[in-house]
């Protein structure tokens, strides 16, 4: 295990441990030291930030992801938090933490930001992820536009220059065959982001997206799909695509039916973009509903801490997607908002 910054607190107890490293627990941590409180942070990969490491520009203001990890990992630094890196947490009790190598942390509360995992596209064998070219995840696109941005462009990260893309919504989400009956909620706006990046570069392609519902939760969003539709003449068609299939030619054919005028459409694409799902991660044991995603206490006044029936009397926390799908605005207000709850929880104790 690499042990990356144990400042001047080694040898005390530990106050509060911070489980992830994501957006959501970073804040945490920051929030914590700035009151005062002893604070560790553990995370399984050997650097801070979680999935926002892996994405270009966000949505709705297209900043690029770096900017915002840059400027939280900076605040993060600038404090005297405990960073313990390389580190899985394999069990978690409101006093303790044990890691996969055997070490137990002992502590007086726990914050859980272990946050979600990217729902596997390869499970919806019929859309031919992984199996035919041509066909990405949203994540994979966000990779392609940073190795374009370093190279030659998104054409040369892809090898080609599409002529008609098409996107698929809710891949891995509203989807009880695959148990993930809920909504992700951030794809559909990344779906839109995408589009309008994908048309940006490719100005003379048709992209189409293929949604259930279009939902539009945040501030700037409604506009954003407003301005793909006008602006950037993106089609948006209500309908359900079936199968993906290789044709002859190298490109790919899409079945689908409209379910606003109720007719099939075939449709052949050289690009076809699969909005992938946010899937819960591990549960600790906790209490957690179908989805997978943690429980908390209630949805108004407790939402970042974990319920009575968690066999505990206090002390364990929740920060971030880890309790349901979020973007990252509202993680790092959940990061604030479970220490402060933790560190009025060890002082009250
Ligand atoms: C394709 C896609 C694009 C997105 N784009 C945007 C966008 O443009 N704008 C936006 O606002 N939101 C976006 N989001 C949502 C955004 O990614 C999340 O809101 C954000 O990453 C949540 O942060 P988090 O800290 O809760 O979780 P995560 O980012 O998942 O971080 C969790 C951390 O915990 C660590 N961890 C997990 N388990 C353990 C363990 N057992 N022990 C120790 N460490 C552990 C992980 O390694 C990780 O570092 C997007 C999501 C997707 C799927
Ligand atoms: S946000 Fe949109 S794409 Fe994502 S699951 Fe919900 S409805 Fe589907």
Redesign the pocket.
């Known amino acids: 295990m690499e042990v990356e910054r144990m400042k001047s607190q080694k040898n005390h107890t530990r106050e509060v441990v911070v ?7 970073m804040q945490a941590a920051i929030r914590l030291a700035e009151q005062g409180v002893r604070v560790t942070l ?4 050997h650097e801070l ?4 490491r892996s ?1 270009y520009h ?2 709705p203001s297209f900043t690029p992801a770096q900017e915002v990890y840059d400027a939280l990992h900076e605040r993060f630094a600038s404090h005297d938090i405990e960073l313990i890196t390389s ?3 394999t069990e978690i009790n409101p006093t303790s933490v044990t890691l996969a190598d055997g070490r137990v942390l002992h502590t007086k509360a726990v914050i859980i ?4 995992e ?1 729902f596997d596209a390869r499970r919806k064998e019929e859309y031919g992820y992984g199996l035919y070219d041509h066909v990405y995840t ?2 994979d696109l ?1 990779l392609l536009l940073h190795e374009g941005e370093a190279g030659e462009g998104l054409a040369g990260a892809l090898g080609f220059t599409p002529r008609r893309i098409a996107l698929l919504h809710c891949v891995g989400s509203r989807d009880e065959k695959v148990c993930q009956p809920h909504c992700s909620k ?1 794809c559909c706006i ?1 779906g839109v ?1 995408q589009a309008i990046e994908l048309k940006k570069r490719f100005p003379d392609a048709e992209i189409f997206n293929f949604y259930m519902d279009i939902r539009m939760f945040g501030p700037g969003y409604e506009e954003m799909y407003r301005e793909a539709q006008q602006k950037y003449n993106i089609h948006f068609i209500r309908g359900r695509i079936s199968e993906a299939s290789p044709t002859f030619d190298g490109r790919l054919q899409i079945k689908a039916e409209d379910t606003l005028t109720g007719r099939p459409l075939r449709m052949s694409v050289d690009m076809f973009v699969l909005l ?1 799902g ?1 899937q819960a ?2 549960n600790f044991g906790l209490p957690h509903a179908d989805s997978g995603f943690l429980e908390p206490q209630d949805l108004f006044l407790g939402n970042v801490v974990a319920p009575a029936q968690a066999g505990t009397l206090g002390g364990l926390f929740y920060a ?3 309790s349901a799908p ?4 509202e ?1 790092l207000n959940e990061g604030i908002a479970a220490a402060d709850a933790a560190a009025a929880y060890i002082k009250q104790k």
């Open positions: 489980v992830g490293g994501g957006v959501a627990g553990i995370e399984k990969k930030g979680g999935h926002i994405w966000l949505f580190a899985e947490a930001a272990t946050g979600f990217i949203s994540a966000e951030v990344t982001k992938i946010m991660g591990p971030g997607t880890v979020k973007a990252i605005g993680s």
